[in-house]
């Protein structure tokens, strides 16, 4: 009776234990930053991180899936295979990477970095979550664009001498043949006539493209695209070329490109039913909960 009753209490301390751990849990991510590793600071000499002070911070940062969309540290940032990075990353000169200094509270960086770092000692190293609340938000359905998976464009082409020198850097005349920009495929001149031009696009049958970049120069940067038909006398006598975007549903948030108008976006999702890819141009930290292994390199105290 003795051990069923020794038993039943550390049954009913562990059963306490858990719940003031998940009590506790719930706590601090309400509060919308929550950390997985982080130390206590038994030495309560050891001075803190408090709001008003100067510090300079390493730091990680990463999304849920493990790829790293910014960094401190060059070692990192050059690293692709240990360390793979987002779609938006832009690896820099060495002599960039430096430790973050900011100000505690002075709302110069997102409001879970801030949050954090109060707290830690020098030296002290964290992982810290952040959600969207309290990182950049969510998503703004305005910067949303949907393109067909199957995409059309005319054989035939008309525009100014003026815009034609714009688009291709040449001036116009019969028989020229030049690359179209956007879709890298032969362009020809057939007419240039009172300040107007007429081109056609002439690519080939199953001819592969890649006018949203190119995997093989960028990883997750670009796709391939293949031309699956060509009529010429299709779309009121101006033709109609077919284009097929090569992108899965794998391809979700891990692939990126860059539109005609230089501007970057993600794939937010494809939608293969309805034949449609979803691009998402607002920046690619926006909407992710966000992962900062973080190391306290320096604190400059307010008093100071």
């Known amino acids: 009776m003795k051990k069923r009753i020794d038993k039943d209490d550390r049954g009913a301390v562990s059963l306490l234990l858990t719940l ?52 401190t540290l060059y070692d990192v940032a050059k690293d692709n295979i240990t360390y793979p990075k987002s779609v938006s990353f832009e690896l820099k000169e060495k002599g960039l990477y430096a430790p973050f200094s900011f100000k505690v509270g002075a709302g110069s960086t997102i409001p879970g970095f801030d949050r ?29 664009k949907n393109i067909s998976i199957v995409q059309e464009v005319p054989v035939k082409v008309s525009m100014s001498v003026e815009e034609f020198k714009n688009k291709f850097s040449q001036t116009p005349e019969v028989g020229l043949t030049v690359k179209e920009p956007f879709w890298g495929w032969n362009v020809t001149v057939m007419a240039v006539s009172s300040g107007m031009v007429t081109y056609y696009n002439m690519p080939y049958l199953h001819q592969t493209v890649t006018p949203y970049g190119d995997p093989q120069v960028r990883e997750n940067r670009g796709w391939y695209c293949d031309v699956i038909s060509i009529d010429s006398s299709a779309n009121d006598g101006n033709g109609l070329i077919r284009v097929k975007n090569l992108v899965t549903p794998a391809d979700i948030n891990v692939t990126g490109g860059t539109d005609e108008d230089g501007q970057l976006f993600t794939i937010l999702n494809v939608d293969e039913k309805n034949g449609t890819i979803t691009l998402n141009y607002n920046k690619e930290v926006v909407g992710k909960t966000l992962i900062f292994d973080l190391t306290v390199v320096s604190i400059k105290k307010a008093t100071e």
């Open 20 to 71: 003031v751990i998940v009590v506790l849990l719930l706590s601090v991510a309400a509060a919308g930053v929550y950390y997985m590793n982080r130390p206590v600071n038994e030495a309560q000499d050891i001075p803190v991180v408090e709001e008003g002070d100067t510090v300079k911070v390493d730091y990680i940062g990463t999304f849920e899936d493990g790829r790293v969309f910014d960094t």
């Open 116 to 144: 954090g770092v109060r707290g830690l000692h020098l030296n002290q190293s964290v992982r810290v979550v952040i959600p969207p609340s309290e990182g950049y938000g969510y998503i703004d359905q305005s910067k949303l």
